[in-house]
């Protein structure tokens, strides 16, 4: 048997050593490049029980995508043996994600006559690092960041025995023989301590930032209860305004903070242990600073060692943990780098020295309309394979230019690479150079051909031309809002057509414009524009995604209102100057590009309803304009947005919000609730993309409609959307293992380029 999936690193063999014993078989079982190989002999009743249990009792780590079966002449073996790893041609197998400390090692722990009692690296094949510690294939100890450390003779005698629970634990160690933490000033210096733990605690306590080591980076952590000590956080950190991650010392107490529901509870215990955005509840003793303006609270659990030991000191209920780094930067992972980069931010550091080689952010996600959604894929679920639904040849694809993410394809897996961030620096294009290297070096993908975005302007586009252009590799030009919607199409395994509602802040168009209300009739090799949000001018171009006031204004402005009246300045926060300069770049076209994008609209709308005339942070003001909503009811009447025939699929539809802003502004003037007109105008958006889909429905005949785009983050938007176009008889279709925002454009523009390929 060949067995190809996620089955190194997860105590695949150790199991497949118990079944096979339990039947009496005789034989091997050994990793090699395609994941593992397993050789049985015995009666042919115990070798039919053994692939029933070998597909039905994997371990939970484990994720099997294919059994390959042959027959073999008998050789007469006697019992049972895990054989040294193979390593022979390409490299097909996964490396495992890290996963969280399991029940297990968390008892001992605990336990003061365990051996390993409050050693903060003890782990076993169903929990601890994996990516973040792998330089290569097959996952052995050798290619990890543990072969500096020699095993004792007790660890390695676990390691050793396959029915223990260490048996292969790459990362096994102990106190005697592992890696050791310890804790340093600002400057580097060794605080002397007994406990660098619980002196680590002491300065936690008592307000200030320590950055403290993980699993995929350094995370800088302070008190979250400390509202002075927050602030001073955000100032060094240089991060107005988004929101803090939290985690918290247990479910328990992550209830007391948030409105939990079951699947939000669910998916706190994740292996991933991902960060969870919850509705957080009033008076909960976080400090005011955490995550201003907004109703949720990113909540997540300790998932290593020395997390769960600086949660087990009674002091400590909720901590900020939040990546270490300066705002945008890529998170630091090497003691040296942290020192020079976080000396100016934090008080403290808590060392360690197990390499870290692979940086990963923590993972963060959300249930959006009762279905759990990624809104950052990173630790926990990078490298898994996502599936592709047709043969790619090995490809590249780039993805975009914010929330950088790659893809790297063959046959029917895309791998995905973790979070990196916005490429908006050298140090952020280094990263995604770096974890490029790892990921072709790990499965052994030389691409043949690179996907990138059509946008001239993107970092990564210009990045994919240079290096294709040295290899003499075919180049892909996908456009933005088709990957979005390729990729949802991919995940549910179509090849269309559908009805594309590609719903984002920013994106090229073929027009030259800029995308992000789009409604699209897509296959994945190429796409039709349906129905659009009518133009409107962004005075000052990027300057009007920073201050959302410009964007208000062109909105007014091309809805035909006089927006130089003194009520509308005054509703704006403009001066008179300001608005004859963006009157004049609008009338003279000049820095004053045309956008069709929904982001944009929102940007506008909480310009107007919510005074939000600077941002802090990328969607903070639909962010704020969601979160007034939320505790409105569903059936808040919309705002009219009329549909304005096109001539498809030569002309698109067009549409047209000018009417929603009259009724906006009346029910402002007229004093209605903030709350109810942010809900009117989610019900308007709703009710307007609805009825282009059904529009689309009667040019083309299509009745499945795909759901993505950034905006698709928005819980409110998305249940009246759903709702609706079910309601019309719609099968609609989202996202699940991949991010619909920009973290997913990668793995949509893989699913175009094998698409285009196949077909040449």
């Given at each position: 048997m060949r067995v190809c999936g996620v089955v190194q690193g997860v105590g695949f063999r150790p199991f497949v050593y118990r079944i096979a014993s339990d039947g009496r078989l005789a034989g091997h079982i050994g990793n090699d490049t395609d994941g593992v190989t397993?050789?049985?002999?015995?009666?042919?009743?115990?070798?039919?029980?053994?692939?029933?249990?070998?597909?039905?009792?994997?371990?939970?780590?484990?994720?099997?995508?294919?059994?390959?079966?042959?027959?073999?002449?008998?050789?007469?073996?006697?019992?049972?043996?895990?054989?040294?790893?193979?390593?022979?041609?390409?490299?097909?197998?996964?490396?495992?994600?890290?996963?969280?400390?399991?029940?297990?090692?968390?008892?001992?722990?605990?336990?003061?006559?365990?051996?390993?009692?409050?050693?903060?690296?003890?782990?076993?094949?169903?929990?601890?690092?994996?990516?973040?510690?792998t330089g290569s294939i097959p996952y052995d100890r050798p290619q990890t960041s543990m072969a500096v450390f020699p095993m004792c003779a007790a660890c390695q005698a676990e390691y050793d025995d396959p029915r223990n629970r260490r048996f292969h634990a790459q990362p096994n160690a102990c106190a005697q023989c592992g890696p050791h933490?310890?804790?340093?000033?600002?400057?580097?210096?060794?605080?002397?301590?007994?406990?660098?733990?619980?002196?680590?605690?002491?300065?936690?306590?008592?307000?200030?930032?320590?950055?403290?080591?993980?699993?995929?980076?350094?995370?800088?952590?302070?008190?979250?209860?400390?509202?002075?000590?927050?602030?001073?956080?955000?100032?060094?950190?240089?991060?107005?305004?988004?929101?803090?991650?939290?985690?918290?010392?247990?479910?328990?107490?992550?209830?007391?903070?948030?409105?939990?529901?079951?699947?939000?509870?669910?998916?706190?215990l994740l292996p991933a242990r991902p960060i969870v955005l919850a509705r957080s509840k009033d008076a909960n003793g976080i400090a005011p600073s955490v995550a201003p303006g907004v109703p949720w609270l990113g909540v997540f659990l300790p998932y290593a060692p020395l997390q769960h030991l600086l949660f087990a000191d009674d002091r400590v209920r909720a901590l900020v943990m939040t990546s270490a780094n300066l705002s945008?930067?890529?998170?630091?992972?090497?003691?040296?780098?942290?020192?020079?980069?976080?000396?100016?931010?934090?008080?403290?550091?808590l060392m360690h020295n197990r390499e870290i080689l692979q940086r990963c952010d923590d993972s963060v996600v959300a249930v959006v309309d009762g279905a759990p959604q990624l809104l950052r894929r990173a630790r926990g679920f990078v490298p898994l394979a996502v599936e592709l639904p047709i043969d790619a040849p090995p490809l590249l694809a780039v993805g975009g230019h914010l929330k950088s993410v790659f893809t790297l394809a063959r046959g029917r897996f895309a791998y995905q690479s973790q979070h990196l961030g916005d490429l908006e620096s050298l140090s952020s294009l280094g990263f995604f150079e770096e974890s490029l290297a790892h990921l072709m070096r790990t499965f052994e993908i030389e691409p043949e051909a690179v996907a990138h975005d059509m946008h001239?302007?993107?970092?990564?586009t210009s990045w994919a031309r240079t290096w294709a252009e040295a290899r003499g590799l075919p180049l892909i030009a996908v456009?933005?809002?088709?990957?979005?919607?390729?990729?949802?199409?991919?995940?549910?395994?179509?090849?269309?057509?559908?009805?594309?509602?590609?719903?984002?802040?920013?994106?090229?168009?073929?027009?030259?414009?800029i995308w992000g209300g789009e409604v699209l009739?897509?296959?994945?090799?190429?796409?039709?524009?349906?129905?659009?949000?009518?133009?409107?001018?962004?005075?000052?171009?990027?300057?009007?995604?920073?201050?959302?006031?410009?964007?208000?204004?062109?909105?007014?402005?091309?809805?035909?209102?006089?927006?130089?009246?003194?009520?509308?300045?005054?509703?704006?926060?403009?001066t008179a100057q300001e608005t004859r300069v963006l009157t004049q770049m609008i009338?003279?076209?000049?820095?004053?590009?045309?956008?069709?994008?929904?982001?944009?609209?929102?940007?506008?709308?909480?310009?107007?309803?919510?005074?939000?005339?600077?941002?802090?942070?990328?969607?903070?003001?639909?962010?704020?304009?969601?979160?007034?909503?939320?505790?409105?009811?569903?059936?808040?009447?919309?705002?009219?947005?009329?549909?304005e025939s096109g001539e498809w699929p030569r002309e698109p539809a067009r549409l047209n919000v000018h009417a929603l802003w009259r009724q906006m502004l009346q029910e402002l003037k007229t004093g209605v609730p903030k709350a109810r007109i942010a809900a009117s105008f989610h019900s308007g958006i709703a009710h307007g993309f609805a009825q282009a889909?059904?529009?689309?429905?009667?040019?083309?005949?299509?009745?499945?409609?795909?759901?993505?785009?950034?905006?698709?983050?928005?819980?409110?938007?998305?249940?009246?959307?759903?709702?609706?176009?079910?309601?019309?008889?719609?099968?609609?279709?989202?996202?699940?293992?991949?991010?619909?925002?920009?973290?997913?454009?990668?793995?949509?523009?893989?699913?175009?380029?094998?698409?285009?390929?196949?077909?040449?």
């Open positions: 397993i050789e049985v002999e015995g009666s042919s009743d115990e070798v039919t029980r053994f692939l029933t249990r070998l597909r039905e009792e994997a371990p939970p780590m484990a994720r099997i995508d294919s059994i390959e079966v042959g027959e073999l002449p008998p050789t007469g073996e006697a019992g049972f043996s895990i054989v040294e790893s193979l390593v022979l041609g390409r490299v097909s197998t996964g490396i495992p994600a890290d996963a969280a400390t399991c029940a297990d090692c968390r008892r001992e722990l605990m336990d003061p006559y365990d051996r390993r009692y409050r050693y903060p690296f003890l782990n076993c094949t169903n929990c601890g690092p994996r990516f973040t510690i933490v310890w804790l340093c000033d600002a400057d580097g210096l060794e605080i002397p301590s007994d406990d660098p733990i619980t002196a680590c605690i002491d300065r936690l306590m008592a307000g200030a930032i320590v950055a403290i080591k993980g699993v995929g980076g350094f995370h800088l952590g302070v008190d979250a209860t400390n509202e002075p000590a927050v602030m001073r956080l955000r100032e060094r950190k240089r991060r107005q305004g988004k929101p803090l991650a939290v985690m918290v010392r247990d479910l328990e107490v992550a209830r007391e903070l948030c409105e939990l529901s079951e699947d939000e509870m669910g998916l706190m945008e930067e890529p998170i630091a992972i090497d003691n040296d780098e942290a020192r020079a980069r976080l000396g100016a931010i934090a008080d403290a550091f001239p302007g993107y970092m990564s456009q933005h809002h088709h990957a979005h919607i390729a990729a949802c199409m991919a995940e549910h395994a179509t090849e269309g057509p559908v009805i594309g509602l590609s719903l984002d802040g920013t994106g090229y168009g073929t027009d030259g414009h009739v897509c296959s994945l090799r190429e796409f039709t524009r349906f129905a659009h949000l009518d133009y409107v001018p962004m005075p000052g171009g990027d300057a009007a995604v920073r201050e959302p006031w410009r964007m208000a204004f062109g909105h007014l402005h091309a809805a035909g209102l006089d927006t130089g009246a003194g009520p509308m300045l005054s509703l704006l926060g403009g009338e003279r076209k000049i820095n004053a590009p045309l956008t069709s994008s929904l982001g944009r609209l929102f940007d506008a709308a909480a310009a107007v309803i919510l005074g939000r005339r600077k941002v802090d942070y990328e969607a903070q003001p639909a962010i704020e304009l969601e979160g007034i909503a939320a505790e409105e009811p569903d059936d808040a009447a919309p705002y009219p947005i009329a549909l889909a059904g529009a689309a429905r009667e040019a083309t005949g299509i009745d499945t409609v795909v759901l993505s785009g950034g905006v698709m983050h928005n819980r409110r938007l998305t249940r009246l959307l759903r709702r609706e176009l079910e309601t019309q008889g719609f099968r609609v279709l989202r996202h699940r293992s991949v991010s619909p925002g920009d973290g997913g454009l990668s793995y949509g523009q893989a699913a175009v380029a094998a698409a285009i390929l196949r077909a040449r």
